[in-house]
């Protein structure tokens, strides 16, 4: 029987070069992406290389906090 904690979880990744270039955070030009992870397996934060369609070119996306 499985446990029922939390141990994957859903993330979002954000493009990184995005959001350097933007004054705002959540302007819609911002690439995300969402993705599950394991907690337990994978404690720190999560980055990929994914596309980003607004700088037309592949980047890192990092993990970033969800607001609730």
């Avoid at 705002?24 to 992406?33: D, H, L, N, V």
């Amino acid at each position: 029987m499985a446990k029922s904690g939390d141990i994957r979880v859903t993330i979002t990744l954000e493009c990184t070069s995005c959001t350097q270039d933007s004054v705002y955070k959540r302007f819609p030009g911002i690439s995300r992406y969402t993705t599950r992870k394991n907690r337990r397996n994978t404690p720190i934060r999560l980055e990929s290389k994914k596309f980003c369609p607004y700088c037309y070119k592949h980047t890192i996306h990092g993990e970033i906090k969800k607001r609730d």
